[in-house]
């Protein structure tokens, strides 16, 4: 089993524009998107520091046929934080079928992923929650959660979920259509 790499990722940003992406799906309203497609949604859980690595994050999710929403792209979000922008990120986490929290070395000293990841928890359990580690060398040791809940690897050259209790491998196209 391994993490995803970043120069792994980093291969799908190729051709992909985040302003498409982001037209096309994320900035229309979860009614709207959940009336007019099947597809699954995905509030994507990350620390702003790791900004480059969205784009081929997107691309390498949306190549499994999933729409993904980033609070920093929409709109809606106001651009000062407030108790306004923890009501919205809120809704948005809500409105999503699936919470995937990219994990970096940047999530560590992030103050909204864990928070985000503790509102999510018991809004969408742990069948529609994982964790995306993407590492170059790090074992992720600071990350209490990582040892908690389901993960994305690649395995074989193939994509799972992999969930520790109880212990289960799970296709990542299976899960994300779960």
Known sequence: MAFITRAQ???YERGFSVANEYVATAQKSA???????????????????????????IAFLRSHGVSIYVDWMDEGIPDVVSGE????????IREQKK??????????????VPWELG????????????TFPIAEKSDFTQNEY???YPKIYYVGEKWYIWRDDPMKFTRLAEWLRS
């Open 31 to 57: 009614a709207a998107i959940n009336a007019a497609s099947a597809d699954t949604t995905i509030f994507l859980s990350h620390s702003h520091k790791d900004r480059d690595l969205i784009e081929p994050v």
């Open 146 to 148: 990582m040892k908690i």
């Open 9 to 11: 990722i980093e291969r």
């Open 85 to 92: 922008t923890a009501k919205k990120i809120k809704g948005k």
């Open 119 to 130: 509102f999510a928890d018991p809004v969408k359990g742990m069948d529609h929650i994982a």
């Open 99 to 112: 919470f995937l929290v990219m994990v970096t070395e940047n999530s560590k000293d992030s103050r909204w």
